[in-house]
C-alpha cells in the first residue's frame, strides 16, 4: 500500500529517495505514531520532503492518494506572474487597455480577481463565475500559476488533516526563484579564484618552520591571511523583447551568480551592446552609464559574462544606426569588439538550446566576434563556460 | 523519551511529532522557519526537557566542519617544543576536541545543536555527511576512530540563505515552524507573560498581526518582536486603550521601534498610516 503512496509521491514531482522511503518504513515499524492519518501526514512530510517549496507538491499527491483520485491538474509551470502579467499587456487591444484602466489599473484588477477566488472558495460554487464577470484571455494564462486555479474542495469545516493538505497552505512558497540555484552556484565555482588578502591571521606552517630554523632555533611565528574567493565577474544581461521567455532561467543564473561572487557587477542591455547600458530597468532612461566609462571602471581583471539570446536583426549588430531605440553611431560589432578586446577573458551564455543556434545568422555572428566563446545555459554549458573564464581567450 | 513541549515552550502538534520521530530514529532533526520563530529555542527546550546536557556549535561564514571534529594546535606545539616541555613528544596534547567529538565521547546522550548552518560555505554540509549519518570519523594524526557512545540528538537550523545539498537531506527528518497563528500565539505570550491584562493582551496582538499584514515590509516582525515589545509595553504599563487601531489619533503602536527594525519599514510604516488617516 505504502509503495503505491511512494510512487504517487514520484508522479507528482516531490524529490523523494529508497533511504528516506525506508526511513518512514522504519518509523512506522518503531511505533513513532498511532494509527491515525493527521499523524501519519505529518510524519511522511517530515521524513520525505525536506524543503518547504515541495510542501505544496507533497500535499497535492498525498490528497490524491488519500481520495484515490488524481488532482484536477498536473504538477503547475512556473512562469513568472510579472512576465505573464506584461504578456498579457502586450496582447490587449487598446480598448481592453482602456477598460483595464477604467477598472483601476493592472493592482485593483488582480486584486479583484484574488478576492473573486476567495470568494468561489468559500461559497462552494462549481461555476467559474470569475471567468464570466471579469473574463479576459490573461486571466486564462493567469491560470498556469500554481497559486492560481486549483483548490481542494473544503468540504469539512473542523480543523482535520484533511483540511491541512487541502488548504495546501504553502503554495505560494513553491516555486520559490532559489529552488535548484544550488546546481548552478556549484557549476559557477568553478571560476573561484582563491588569493590571500586581508588581515594575517591564519598560521603558516611551513613559514614558521624556515624562519624558526634561521633564527637559530628560536621560535618566529608567521602569519598569513586567509584564502578568500577574489574573482571578479562583470555580467551583462540581455532584457526584455526575446528574452522574456528565458526571463526564470536567467533570474536563476542571477541569483546563484549573486551569492557565489562577492565581486559581482551587473548592467543590463538591449539584443546588443551600444554606447549604453544600464543598472536599473525601471530607471533604464534615467540612469544610464556609458559603456566606456564601464570599461574605464572596471578594469581588465574582471571577467566578462554576456547573458542573451543574440537573436536580432542581423542590421542592429553590424550596421551604425541598427540600434532599435536611437541613433548608434557605431555598430554593436564595434562594441562586442571593444568589449572583449579590454576584458580577455569574456564569454557568451545563451538560453536558446544549443541544436538552434546554426538557424539563427545573428548568433553566429556573435560567436564569431567572441572568437567561438559562446555556451548553453544549461548546466553543462555553464561548467564549459567556466573553464573557458580561466584562461585568456584570442579576442579580436 | 518523548518530547511534550515545556512550561515555557509552545510546540505545536506536528513539532512534537517531528521531534519525537528524530529521538526515535536517532536522525538529524532539520530545523527551517522564518528568523525569531523559536528554531534555536526548540533544541534549548528539548535538551531541559530531558534531562540532557546542551551542546551549541554555532556556524559562522568562516566555519570549517572540520573545526566541529577537531583542531591541531600547532602553534602551542611549537611554543612548548621551544620550552623543552615533555609534552611535545605526544601530538595527542595538542589535539582539541570540537564540539561533535565532545558529543560523540559523552557517556550520556547529548543534544547537540548546529545553529545556522547556511551561513556556512556551501560544500560544508557536505563534509559532515559520514559523521552524522554513522556518528564516527578518522583523527589522522593520532590515528584513532572517534565514535559515538551514545547517539547524540542532533538539531540543525537553517534560515534558507542557502540551498542544502540532497545527499544532506536525504539523512535528516525536516520540519518547517510556520508562523503561529492567533491561539498558538496567546498561548505563547502567556507561557512568557503569565497573567497579562487579557484586554492588554488582545489589542496588543490585533495591533502586531496588523502590521505584519502591512505591504512591502522588509523584515516582518516575529515572535521574539512581540515578546520584546509586550515587555516593554508592560514596563511603560501603557493601557490597551492606547494601542486601538480604529482610533485615528494613536494609529501608530506605542513603542513599535521594538516591532520595527529597519528604518526604511519604519518610513513606509508612518506614510502608510498617514495616507489612512488623510483618507479618514
Same mark, same amino acid.
Given at each position: 500500500?505504502? %509503495?503505491?503512496?511512494?510512487?504517487? $509521491?514520484? @508522479?507528482?514531482?516531490?524529490?523523494?529517495?529508497?533511504?528516506?522511503?525506508?526511513?518512514?518504513?522504519?518509523?512506522?515499524?518503531?511505533?513513532?505514531?498511532?494509527?491515525?492519518?493527521?499523524?501519519?501526514?505529518?510524519?511522511? *512530510?517530515?521524513?520525505?520532503?525536506?524543503?518547504? %517549496?515541495?510542501?505544496?507538491?507533497?500535499?497535492?499527491?498525498?490528497?490524491?492518494?488519500?481520495? =484515490?483520485?488524481?488532482? +484536477?491538474?498536473?504538477?503547475?509551470?512556473?512562469?513568472?506572474?510579472?512576465? &505573464?502579467?506584461?504578456?498579457?499587456?502586450?496582447?490587449?487591444?487598446?480598448?481592453?487597455?482602456?477598460?483595464?484602466?477604467?477598472?483601476?489599473?493592472?493592482?485593483?484588477?488582480?486584486? #479583484?480577481?484574488?478576492? *473573486?477566488?476567495? @470568494?468561489?472558495?468559500?461559497?462552494?460554487?462549481?461555476?467559474?463565475?470569475?471567468?464570466?464577470?471579469?473574463?479576459?484571455?490573461?486571466?486564462?494564462?493567469?491560470?498556469?500559476?500554481?497559486?492560481?486555479? *486549483?483548490?481542494?474542495?473544503?468540504?469539512?469545516?473542523?480543523?482535520?488533516?484533511?483540511?491541512?493538505?487541502?488548504?495546501? @497552505?504553502?503554495?505560494?512558497?513553491?516555486?520559490?526563484?532559489? $529552488?535548484?540555484?544550488?546546481?548552478?552556484?556549484? !557549476?559557477?565555482?568553478?571560476?573561484?579564484?582563491?588569493?590571500?588578502?586581508?588581515?594575517?591571521?591564519?598560521?603558516?606552517?611551513?613559514?614558521?618552520?624556515?624562519?624558526?630554523?634561521?633564527?637559530?632555533?628560536?621560535?618566529?611565528?608567521?602569519?598569513?591571511?586567509? #584564502?578568500?574567493? !577574489?574573482?571578479?565577474?562583470?555580467? $551583462?544581461?540581455?532584457?526584455?523583447?526575446?528574452?522574456? @521567455?528565458?526571463?526564470?532561467?536567467?533570474?536563476?543564473?542571477?541569483?546563484?551568480?549573486?551569492?557565489?561572487?562577492?565581486?559581482?557587477?551587473?548592467?543590463?542591455?538591449?539584443?546588443?551592446?551600444?554606447?549604453?547600458?544600464?543598472?536599473?530597468?525601471?530607471?533604464?532612461?534615467?540612469?544610464?552609464?556609458?559603456?566606456?566609462?564601464?570599461?574605464?571602471?572596471?578594469?581588465?581583471?574582471? #571577467?566578462?559574462?554576456?547573458?542573451?539570446?543574440?537573436?536580432?536583426?542581423?542590421?542592429?549588430?553590424?550596421?551604425? =544606426?541598427?540600434?532599435?531605440?536611437?541613433?548608434?553611431?557605431?555598430?554593436? !560589432?564595434?562594441?562586442?569588439?571593444?568589449?572583449?578586446?579590454?576584458?580577455?577573458?569574456?564569454?557568451?551564455?545563451?538560453?536558446?538550446?544549443?541544436?538552434?543556434?546554426?538557424?539563427?545568422?545573428?548568433?553566429?555572428?556573435?560567436?564569431?566576434?567572441?572568437?567561438?566563446?559562446?555556451?548553453?545555459? %544549461?548546466?553543462?554549458?555553464?561548467?564549459?563556460?567556466?573553464?573557458?573564464?580561466?584562461?585568456?581567450?584570442?579576442?579580436? | 523519551? /518523548?518530547?511534550?513541549?515545556?512550561?515555557?515552550?509552545?510546540?505545536?502538534?506536528?513539532? /512534537?511529532?517531528?521531534?519525537?520521530?528524530?529521538?526515535?530514529?536517532? #536522525?538529524?532533526?532539520?530545523?527551517? =522557519?522564518?528568523?525569531?520563530?523559536?528554531?534555536?529555542?526548540?533544541?534549548?527546550?528539548?535538551?531541559?526537557?530531558?534531562?540532557?546536557?546542551?551542546?551549541?556549535?554555532?556556524?559562522?561564514?568562516?566555519?570549517? !566542519?572540520?573545526?566541529?571534529?577537531?583542531?591541531?594546535? +600547532?602553534?602551542?606545539?611549537?611554543?612548548?617544543?621551544?620550552?623543552?616541555?615533555?609534552?611535545?613528544?605526544?601530538?595527542?596534547?595538542?589535539?582539541?576536541?570540537?564540539?561533535?567529538?565532545?558529543?560523540?565521547?559523552?557517556?550520556?546522550?547529548?543534544?547537540?545543536?548546529?545553529?545556522?548552518?547556511?551561513?556556512?560555505?556551501?560544500?560544508?554540509?557536505?563534509? &559532515?555527511?559520514?559523521?552524522?549519518?554513522?556518528?564516527?570519523?578518522?583523527?589522522?594524526?593520532?590515528?584513532?576512530?572517534?565514535?559515538?557512545?551514545?547517539?547524540?540528538?542532533?538539531?540543525? %537550523?537553517?534560515?534558507?540563505?542557502?540551498?542544502?545539498?540532497?545527499?544532506?537531506?536525504?539523512?535528516?527528518?525536516?520540519?518547517?515552524?510556520?508562523?503561529?497563528?492567533?491561539?498558538?500565539?496567546?498561548?505563547?505570550?502567556?507561557?512568557?507573560?503569565?497573567?497579562?491584562?487579557?484586554? &492588554?493582551?488582545?489589542?496588543?496582538?490585533?495591533?502586531?498581526?496588523?502590521?505584519?499584514?502591512?505591504?512591502?515590509?522588509?523584515?516582518?516582525?516575529?515572535?521574539?518582536?512581540? &515578546?520584546?515589545?509586550?515587555?516593554?509595553?508592560? +514596563?511603560?504599563?501603557?493601557?490597551?486603550?492606547?494601542?486601538?487601531?480604529?482610533?485615528?489619533?494613536?494609529?501608530?503602536?506605542?513603542?513599535?521601534?521594538?516591532? $520595527?527594525?529597519?528604518?526604511?519599514?519604519?518610513?513606509?510604516?508612518?506614510?502608510?498610516?498617514?495616507?489612512? *488617516?488623510?483618507?479618514?
Amino acid at each position: 500500500m505504502l %509503495t503505491n503512496f511512494f510512487f504517487t $509521491l514520484k @508522479e507528482h514531482q516531490v524529490p523523494v529517495s529508497i533511504p528516506e522511503y525506508l526511513t518512514l518504513l522504519e518509523a512506522l515499524k518503531s511505533d513513532v505514531i498511532g494509527p491515525n492519518i493527521d499523524e501519519f501526514y505529518l510524519l511522511a *512530510r517530515s521524513a520525505l520532503v525536506k524543503d518547504e %517549496t515541495h510542501f505544496d507538491k507533497f500535499d497535492r499527491a498525498f490528497a490524491a492518494f488519500y481520495k =484515490g483520485v488524481e488532482a +484536477a491538474t498536473g504538477p503547475g509551470h512556473e512562469i513568472p506572474l510579472d512576465w &505573464l502579467q506584461k504578456q498579457a499587456e502586450l496582447n490587449l487591444s487598446p480598448e481592453e487597455k482602456a477598460l483595464v484602466e477604467s477598472l483601476g489599473g493592472w493592482e485593483e484588477l488582480m486584486k #479583484r480577481f484574488r478576492e *473573486r477566488l476567495e @470568494e468561489q472558495k468559500g461559497r462552494h460554487e462549481g461555476g467559474n463565475k470569475w471567468i464570466g464577470t471579469a473574463g479576459k484571455s490573461p486571466f486564462g494564462a493567469y491560470g498556469y500559476n500554481p497559486e492560481g486555479i *486549483r483548490i481542494g474542495q473544503d468540504k469539512s469545516r473542523n480543523r482535520s488533516a484533511v483540511k491541512v493538505w487541502d488548504a495546501r @497552505e504553502f503554495r505560494n512558497l513553491d516555486g520559490d526563484v532559489e $529552488l535548484g540555484t544550488r546546481n548552478m552556484k556549484v !557549476a559557477l565555482r568553478r571560476l573561484r579564484r582563491f588569493a590571500r588578502e586581508g588581515a594575517a591571521d591564519e598560521l603558516d606552517l611551513d613559514g614558521t618552520i624556515d624562519k624558526t630554523a634561521r633564527n637559530a632555533g628560536y621560535l618566529d611565528l608567521q602569519l598569513r591571511p586567509e #584564502r578568500h574567493n !577574489a574573482v571578479k565577474v562583470l555580467l $551583462l544581461l540581455d532584457i526584455g523583447g526575446s528574452m522574456d @521567455e528565458h526571463s526564470r532561467l536567467c533570474s536563476e543564473l542571477f541569483s546563484a551568480a549573486r551569492s557565489e561572487f562577492k565581486h559581482l557587477q551587473f548592467y543590463y542591455f538591449h539584443n546588443c551592446v551600444y554606447d549604453f547600458v544600464w543598472n536599473d530597468n525601471r530607471r533604464r532612461h534615467g540612469e544610464r552609464t556609458s559603456t566606456w566609462d564601464l570599461m574605464h571602471r572596471f578594469n581588465a581583471d574582471y #571577467r566578462l559574462i554576456f547573458v542573451g539570446d543574440a537573436t536580432m536583426s542581423p542590421f542592429e549588430i553590424l550596421r551604425p =544606426g541598427g540600434s532599435l531605440e536611437y541613433m548608434n553611431d557605431d555598430a554593436g !560589432a564595434d562594441w562586442l569588439k571593444r568589449l572583449t578586446s579590454v576584458y580577455q577573458r569574456s564569454i557568451w551564455l545563451n538560453p536558446t538550446p544549443e541544436p538552434d543556434w546554426g538557424y539563427h545568422y545573428t548568433i553566429n555572428v556573435v560567436r564569431e566576434l567572441l572568437g567561438g566563446r559562446m555556451f548553453p545555459l %544549461t548546466l553543462d554549458g555553464l561548467e564549459r563556460g567556466m573553464k573557458a573564464l580561466t584562461r585568456k581567450g584570442s579576442a579580436r | 523519551m /518523548r518530547f511534550t513541549g515545556s512550561k515555557t515552550y509552545v510546540a505545536t502538534d506536528d513539532l /512534537r511529532l517531528a521531534v519525537n520521530a528524530a529521538i526515535t530514529l536517532g #536522525r538529524p532533526l532539520l530545523i527551517k =522557519g522564518e528568523p525569531g520563530t523559536g528554531k534555536t529555542r526548540l533544541a534549548e527546550e528539548v535538551a531541559r526537557g530531558l534531562g540532557m546536557p546542551l551542546l551549541e556549535w554555532h556556524i559562522k561564514s568562516t566555519t570549517k !566542519a572540520q573545526q566541529g571534529l577537531y583542531e591541531y594546535d +600547532a602553534v602551542s606545539r611549537l611554543r612548548d617544543s621551544q620550552l623543552g616541555d615533555p609534552k611535545v613528544q605526544d601530538i595527542a596534547n595538542y589535539i582539541v576536541p570540537g564540539m561533535l567529538w565532545q558529543a560523540f565521547v559523552s557517556e550520556t546522550p547529548v543534544v547537540l545543536l548546529i545553529d545556522e548552518i547556511d551561513k556556512a560555505d556551501i560544500e560544508f554540509p557536505n563534509d &559532515l555527511l559520514r559523521e552524522l549519518d554513522r556518528m564516527e570519523f578518522y583523527v589522522y594524526e593520532t590515528r584513532q576512530l572517534i565514535k559515538a557512545k551514545q547517539r547524540p540528538l542532533v538539531f540543525i %537550523t537553517s534560515n534558507n540563505e542557502k540551498d542544502l545539498p540532497d545527499a544532506f537531506l536525504r539523512r535528516c527528518f525536516f520540519h518547517y515552524i510556520r508562523f503561529p497563528d492567533k491561539g498558538t500565539m496567546e498561548q505563547i505570550v502567556e507561557v512568557h507573560y503569565p497573567g497579562i491584562k487579557k484586554a &492588554l493582551l488582545k489589542e496588543a496582538l490585533e495591533a502586531f498581526f496588523a502590521v505584519r499584514e502591512v505591504p512591502g515590509l522588509k523584515k516582518k516582525p516575529s515572535t521574539s518582536e512581540l &515578546l520584546d515589545w509586550l515587555k516593554l509595553l508592560l +514596563a511603560e504599563d501603557i493601557p490597551p486603550e492606547a494601542l486601538r487601531t480604529d482610533d485615528r489619533k494613536s494609529i501608530i503602536p506605542p513603542l513599535h521601534g521594538a516591532l $520595527l527594525k529597519n528604518e526604511q519599514d519604519v518610513h513606509l510604516f508612518e506614510r502608510l498610516v498617514f495616507m489612512s *488617516r488623510r483618507g479618514a
